[in-house]
């Protein structure tokens, strides 16, 4: 929303923002459709890989663009801007790789994730266990050489659709990433959440999954460390996302409301729906500068743990009163599923709470104020 976001790769937002617009236009219908039916749109999907659009993180050697936090967090806002296909998961999967990954892991994952062509997913979540991994249950234990896992995660964003998965699960040393190349082996069954639909999740049945020790990311027992490495960027790239939702949703009702005439006037007009569309428009301008900032806060290398929950909690707030404030330009106009804004509502829900919930994101930033004897410079 403001170009404060400051990019490691010049010229690269000039390029990227005005194709990324005309990419979805040309795609609108295609996608609706996708949306209504919770389908992943692999063909849309790979040509935003071919477009350089997926593999932001990786190096330019196996086909990315080897930029920063301010890149990844300009894809996000702009898929959820136009209603494109998200590539967050495998832009964290490149991180996850540069930082922890072997030389034949590299080598064998990250140009095939980066140009688009296979599929990543996360699957971290179990039945019993969202906000706290410590109740973790999934299990990794030795045979020979090998590795079997076992347990059921649920929630997981192309689960199904994916051709490797980082699976978590407890070994004898602690927690531990194995990259796991699904086919075959792990039983995937399709989930119906009611938003980000053109990522469908799955259940993940993990039954005695045999791989082999160079599928283990990191070390054995430091499954934490390797979370942690990607844990901040996922939540400016759900912040990003929020953003962009919410301005499609204030620019649509706009647009909309500019038009239609009640009466003699125009919705626009009125000073009730001009206060709202200051309210909506200046959440959603303090959302992005706060993310802004903890984009720059991340990408010089220091801890952004305090400015990524602030930038996550902040922007749900504005997300959520941009798409519930949008009715009030659209009338019954807006209350059609051939509009965006019912379908924006479920994808903000499922935000609120999945990649860091609300209430979890506001425990940590308060604790941060509260302990801290400046009270963080109030
Ligand atoms: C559509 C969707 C996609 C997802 N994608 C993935 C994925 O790709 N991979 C993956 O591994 N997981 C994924 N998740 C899982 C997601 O990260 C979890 O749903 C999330 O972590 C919350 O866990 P939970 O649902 O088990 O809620 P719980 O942990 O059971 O929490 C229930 C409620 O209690 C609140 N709460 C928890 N702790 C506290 C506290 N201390 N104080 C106050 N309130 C608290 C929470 O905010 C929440 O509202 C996805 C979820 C959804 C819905």
């Keep these: 929303m403001y170009e404060t976001l400051r990019p490691t790769v010049d010229g690269w937002f000039d390029e990227f923002i005005p194709a990324v617009e005309k990419f979805a236009a040309e795609h609108?219908?295609?996608?609706?459709?996708?949306?209504?039916a919770g389908r992943f749109p692999a063909e849309i999907f790979a040509e935003m890989g071919r477009r350089g659009w997926v593999g932001v993180l990786a190096p330019r050697e196996v086909g990315g663009l080897g930029g920063g936090v301010a890149e990844y967090c300009t894809v996000e806002e702009e898929v959820g801007r136009w209603g494109l296909v998200s590539p967050q998961t495998s832009m964290q999967a490149q991180r996850w790789l540069m930082d922890w990954g072997t030389a034949e892991q590299k080598d064998r994952y990250l140009g095939p994730i980066a140009r688009g062509e296979l599929v990543f997913s996360e699957s971290i979540s179990e039945p019993g266990v969202g906000s706290s991994l410590k109740a973790m249950t999934a299990t990794a234990r030795r045979d020979g050489s090998d590795w079997i896992l076992n347990g059921t995660k649920v929630h997981v964003n192309l689960g199904k659709e994916s051709g490797l998965t980082l699976f978590y699960g407890m070994a004898p040393e602690g927690l531990t990433a194995?990259?796991?190349?699904?086919?075959?082996k792990v039983e995937a069954v399709h989930t119906d959440p009611i938003g980000l639909r053109l990522l469908p999740t799955a259940e993940m049945r993990f039954d005695d999954v045999r791989v082999p020790a160079s599928a283990v990311l990191g070390e054995p027992g430091k499954g934490l460390d390797t979370f942690?490495?990607?844990?901040?960027?996922?939540?400016?790239?759900?912040?990003?996302d929020l953003i962009g939702f919410g301005r499609r949703a204030l620019a649509q009702a706009i647009l909309y409301g500019r038009d239609r005439m009640v009466g003699d006037n125009a919705v626009t007009s009125f000073q009730g729906i001009q206060w709202t569309v200051?309210?909506?428009?200046?959440?959603?301008?303090s959302a992005s500068m706060v993310r802004n900032h903890a984009a720059e806060v991340h990408d010089r290398g220091d801890d952004p743990s305090f400015e990524t929950s602030l930038a996550k909690q902040t922007a749900i707030r504005a997300a959520e009163r941009a798409v519930n404030e949008c009715f009030a330009l659209t009338g019954g106009h807006g209350l059609y599923s051939d509009t965006d804004y019912g379908q924006l509502m479920q994808d903000v829900k499922v935000l609120r709470v999945a990649g860091g919930?609300?209430?979890?994101?506001?425990?940590?930033v308060a604790r941060q104020i509260l302990r801290s004897e400046s009270l963080k410079g109030l």
């Design 178 to 184: 194995f990259l796991v190349e699904t086919a075959q």
């Design 228 to 240: 942690l490495t990607t844990f901040n960027m996922s939540r400016l790239g759900n912040a990003s």
């Design 28 to 36: 609108e219908t295609e996608l609706r459709k996708y949306t209504v």
């Design 357 to 364: 919930s609300l209430e979890v994101l506001r425990n940590f």
């Design 278 to 285: 200051a309210d909506v428009y200046a959440d959603l301008a």
